[in-house]
Each structure stands twice: as structure tokens, then as C-alpha cells.
């Protein structure tokens, strides 16, 4: 059936009508904003790559939680700023520690705020690889499994709803799903960075969270950009494993991974939108090239109309605000 029978200007013509035929729609009970905690007092200090966006040290916390809070944003994510650093990591799963010392005071102060936590050694590793080395080049994935599974009952004990693990060691799923199940958390969720790609777009991440390897890359854990098929095995196996949620990582270079797995795969599904892609919307819109408000919106519903569900980003303050003015 063609023009001129069919005529698809006809259901643009207004507002209203485009409002009727619309496909997807952002809302604010999508979005998860990334919080970098650090020791200290009297910490908000914006993170010059991530403009708008601020370590904070715990007594300040509240003043970020509160506006969250009141912009009906339904969860969090921690990142943490350890106060030491060694060759296993150990301060990811020191109690004492920024990130689980922000899931007591987020389960104490605002109960209802969902807490992600993100589950990796590189932050906490004086090399800044995501585990143990071997050789001192190479990550020893079956060593480094039992040292991510304390991390993330560290974090289910300090309180946290989600644990989140980004190292993409194999079998990571099942050793932290096996821990937690041992240690009374059984009813702690996995949201699995499954299909998390060794991409350029994390460099102003790695610059706020001081964890960029000091030698070497990630080629060797995170996935190759160049494929598609690989990305559906990894999620799989994260579903088989125990995953209550997975996640595509980047998200704007990787939309079609995004649909696939949707296709593909009946879980929830979260999209990261990453430091990088951030930091360019942040950089063209100080320059005055492109229109941020319009710009964000339509690449979050892009992640929609992909198949995500959840959004991870930087953008989550500045986007509730702007849907709660439409
Ligand atoms: C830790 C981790 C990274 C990101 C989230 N968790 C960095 C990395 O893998 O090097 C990146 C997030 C972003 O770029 O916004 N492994
Ligand atoms: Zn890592």
C-alpha cells in the first residue's frame, strides 16, 4: 500500500496526534544516576570530566540524595574512591570504605532509593585492572572470582538492592550469585554488565574514578567492539549463571546489540550511557553547536525505542528535570 493511499504525514500534523501514535516513552522511573563517593569531610568537588557531576564525601552525600530523591529518580549507582590501594584490591570490600559506608546512610536516610552498586577492582588495585595479575600482565580470572564475590557481599551487607559486577571475568555471575545465596542474601539482584565492550568512550570515567590500568588494556577481559554474536553468548551464559538484570555497555555505539539482545533474551535490560558519550554532549553544547535539552531527549529515547528499559546516566538529573517541565 503506497502514496497516495498511504499519506504518514497525516498522523504528524499536531501535537496531539504525534502524541497518539507515539512508540516509546522516557520516563523518569527509567533513569539511574552514578554517584562517585569518596573518603573525607566536606567533599563536593566537580569532576572536571564529567562537568555537573561531583565526588562527594559522605556528610555531603545528602545534598545530591535529597534533590534525587525529590526529582523521583528510583535509583542509584556507587562508585567508590578507596582511601588505600593494593595488589588484590582489598579496600573494595573494606566496610569502612566510601562505597559501603554511602549504602548504610542511603538504607538509614532514604529507604525507598534503590541502590545499584558497581562491583570491580580496578578503582581499588594499585594497577588499575579489574583483578588479580598473574605475570604481572595478565588477569587471573579464577583467583580474582572469589575476591569479587566479597566485594559483593560487602555491599549486600552494607545494604545495597543491586549488585551490579563490571570486570567481565568469566563465571562471575555464579560466584557472586553462589556467595550472596550463602551469605542470607538470596534476595539481593545481579544486574550483569553482560555484553560490556573494551571501549575508548570510558577515558573521562577512568580520569573521575582514577582507575585506568597503569599498564597494559582491558582487550583481554572486556568484549572486542568489532562483534555482535559474541555479545548474545555472554548474556546468555550471565542469564544461565543468575542474572536478574543485563546490561549493554557502551550504549549509543552498540544500539544494535542493545536490540538483538532484547530480541533475544526475556530479562530486564539496562543500557550504560557512558562517561564518554556524555562528555561530548557536555563539550558540543558548551560550545554552542548543539541544543543539550533536545539533544539528551532524544538520544534517551533512543535507548528506549532500542529495547532498554533501564538508563544508566549521567544525564539522570538534568533529564528528570526536563520531564517533569513537559
Ligand atoms: C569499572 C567500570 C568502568 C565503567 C563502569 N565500571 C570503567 C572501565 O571498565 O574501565 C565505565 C563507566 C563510564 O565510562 O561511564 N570496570
Ligand atoms: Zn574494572
Known sequence: MGFPIYRPRRTRATENLRSMIRENKLSVEDLIYPLFVVPGKNVKHEIESLPGNYHWSLDRLPEVLDEITELKIPAVILFGIPSYKNATGSSAWDMEEPVQQACMLIKEKY??????????????????????????????????????AKVAVSHAKAGADIIAPSNMMDGYVQAIRAALDENGFSHVAIMAYSAKYASSYYGPFRAAADSAPSAGDRKGYQMDPANSDE????????????????????????????????????????????????????????????????????????FKRAGAKMIITYHALDAARWLREE
Request: hydrophobic share 45%.
Open 231 to 302: 555479545a548474545l553468548r555472554e548474556v546468555a551464559l550471565d542469564i544461565e549463571e543468575g542474572a536478574d538484570i543485563v546490561m549493554v555497555k557502551p550504549a549509543l555505539a552498540f544500539m544494535d546489540i542493545v536490540r538483538r539482545v532484547k530480541d533475544t533474551f526475556n530479562r530486564p535490560l539496562c543500557v550504560y550511557n557512558v562517561s564518554g558519550e556524555y562528555a561530548m554532549v557536555k563539550a558540543a553544547a558548551e560550545k554552542g553547536w548543539i541544543d543539550e535539552k533536545r539533544i539528551v531527549m532524544e538520544t534517551l529515547t533512543g
Open 111 to 148: 529507604p525507598d532509593l534503590v541502590i545499584v552498586t558497581d562491583v570491580c577492582l580496578c578503582e581499588y588495585t594499585e594497577h588499575g585492572h579489574c583483578g588479580v595479575l598473574e605475570n604481572g600482565c595478565t588477569v587471573n580470572n579464577d583467583a580474582t572470582l572469589p575476591l569479587l
